[in-house]
C-alpha cells in the first residue's frame, strides 16, 4: 500500500487505526455480492444490460440529484421545497456516453426548465446574441 493511500484511509477514518481497512473490505465483499446476483440472474458484466451500466446510471443518477439538492437548498421530497418558486420540475430522459458504454438516465430539471427540443435552437441564438 502507497503512503499516499494510507494518508487517505486514515483521513477517512479520523485517525482510528484499522477504520479504513474495514471500509475497504465492506467496500469488497459489497462488490462480491453484486457480481455473485448478477451470476444468478445471467446478467453480463459488460455490454448492453450490463452489471456496470447499471452501477453506473445509479451512480450518474444519484450525484444529478445531490447536485440539484446543493443547488435547490433542499433534499427531494422535503417540504421545505414546497410553494417556494424554487422548486423541482421533473426528470428527462438522457443518454449519456461512458465509458461502458450508453447509459440511459433521468436527469433532473430544475425551476424554469421547460425547454422542449424545438427551441433548443432558438434558445442557443438567444445566448450567442446576449438575450
Known amino acids: 500500500?502507497?503512503?499516499?493511500?494510507?494518508a487517505d484511509q486514515a483521513a477517512a477514518s479520523d485517525g482510528q487505526p484499522g477504520e479504513g481497512a474495514?471500509?475497504?473490505a465492506a467496500e469488497l465483499e459489497l462488490?462480491?455480492?453484486?457480481?455473485?446476483r448478477a451470476r444468478a440472474e445471467g446478467l453480463s458484466l459488460?455490454?448492453?444490460?450490463?452489471?456496470?451500466g447499471r452501477?453506473?446510471?445509479?451512480?450518474?443518477?444519484?450525484?444529478?440529484?445531490?447536485?440539484?439538492?446543493?443547488?435547490?437548498g433542499y433534499a427531494r421530497?422535503?417540504?421545505?421545497?414546497?410553494?417556494?418558486?424554487?422548486?423541482?420540475?421533473?426528470?428527462?430522459?438522457?443518454?449519456?456516453?461512458?465509458?461502458?458504454?450508453?447509459?440511459?438516465?433521468?436527469?433532473?430539471?430544475?425551476p424554469g426548465c421547460q425547454l422542449r427540443a424545438?427551441?433548443?435552437g432558438q434558445a442557443a441564438a438567444a445566448a450567442v446574441q446576449g438575450r
Open 31 to 36: 462488490v462480491r455480492q453484486l457480481a455473485e
Open 118 to 120: 424545438g427551441d433548443r
Open 77 to 110: 421530497h422535503d417540504p421545505a421545497g414546497r410553494d417556494g418558486g424554487n422548486s423541482r420540475n421533473g426528470h428527462r430522459a438522457k443518454t449519456v456516453l461512458t465509458d461502458v458504454g450508453p447509459a440511459e438516465i433521468a436527469m433532473p430539471r430544475g
Open 46 to 52: 459488460t455490454g448492453p444490460g450490463g452489471l456496470l
Open 55 to 72: 452501477l453506473t446510471k445509479v451512480v450518474l443518477e444519484g450525484a444529478l440529484e445531490g447536485e440539484m439538492d446543493a443547488h435547490l
Open 22 to 24: 474495514r471500509s475497504d
Open 1 to 6: 500500500m502507497t503512503a499516499a493511500k494510507r
